[in-house]
């Protein structure tokens, strides 16, 4: 049988998704870190916590660290168990897909985006920031543009609800709190930073690839979604003519590596013309 006449050639959408098990690993590696810098600030002289935690006196002094330092300090256990718990449950949806370096940066993007977003709109207060809440809205961010699909019984909700769902209405509540300037405590600027950063971080990334993007439109009727797959390095960039036998073998090599879900739209059509061509051939 022909390489062109089997059965991941014939539907450009089938075979599994490639698993990077060094997410997982980023994943908890993440939560041990927030854990030994949690238990740390047990015994944390106040000076030290202070030069950790973001404020825009801090930035203005050039404490630019504090961008990021914030955004692995907790002011009190039920801060850090909340955060933890929601990293741990949508992270371990979206760290497979990315893999540990991915996931590490999604995660630094959605904390500095939102130490950002507040220090910007409160540069002129006296007030501090600090804690993992726009690292972690990041990441469900990423849950829900990876595995949409995927549902959480969220109490006291005794319904299934979609993570897209969940996201948007996450998000929705944020706005909502913020525009109604909830004296709560909770730093709702940073929440929203978390998800813009998160979003941009992945649109950067991966652009229409995503299973899911809130500003995209819906698929038409009967019209395949693209699936995510993690990517290698693509081909050198394409001529136009007949596909090469080099530029076959690079299509094929990243195929039997990372399967078809790896290739771009134009690596596609590239494939397709080769088999055609190939089929021509043979007449």
């Known amino acids: 049988m022909s390489l062109f006449d089997r059965g991941y050639m014939r539907n450009p959408y089938a075979g599994a998704e490639r698993r990077d098990d060094s997410g997982r690993s980023m994943l908890f590696t993440l939560i041990l870190i927030n ?4 238990l ?4 944390m002289p106040e000076s030290l916590l202070d030069t950790l935690m973001l404020s825009s006196d801090g930035i203005r002094q050039f404490k630019i660290f504090q961008l990021v330092t914030a955004g692995f300090l907790h002011v009190d256990f039920w801060h850090f168990f909340f955060n933890m718990w929601g990293l741990y ?10 893999g540990g370096k991915r996931f590490l940066w999604l995660y630094l993007a959605g904390a500095v985006a939102g130490n950002l977003l507040f220090l ?3 540069w002129y207060s006296p007030v501090w920031l600090l804690g993992a809440s726009g690292a972690v809205f990041a990441v469900m961010v990423g849950a829900a543009m990876f595995e949409p699909n995927r549902q959480f019984i969220v109490f006291p909700a005794p319904f299934p609800v979609r993570t897209r769902t969940l996201v948007v209405c996450y998000t929705v509540l944020e706005i909502l709190l913020m525009v ?11 929440h929203l930073g978390g998800v813009l950063g998160g979003y941009f971080y992945l649109k950067t990334l ?9 500003f995209r439109h819906r698929a038409r009727p009967g019209e395949a979604p693209r699936r995510f797959s993690v990517m290698s390095d693509p081909p050198r960039n394409f001529k136009g003519g007949p596909v090469g ?4 073998d690079e299509l094929l090599d990243k195929v039997s590596k990372y399967g ?19 089929r021509g051939t043979r007449r």
Do not use: C
């Open 260 to 278: 078809i879900n790896s290739l771009s739209e134009h690596e596609l059509a590239r494939l397709r013309q080769a088999r055609e061509e190939m």
């Open 120 to 122: 910007i709109l409160n």
């Open 89 to 98: 449950i949508f992270g371990g949806l979206v760290a497979p897909n990315l």
């Open 40 to 43: 740390s600030t047990l015994f």
């Open 35 to 38: 854990l030994g810098v949690f």
């Open 180 to 190: 109604r300037g909830t004296q709560d405590g909770i730093a709702h600027l940073a």
């Open 206 to 214: 991966y652009g229409s690839s995503l299973p899911w993007d809130p």
């Open 245 to 248: 036998s080099k530029e076959l």
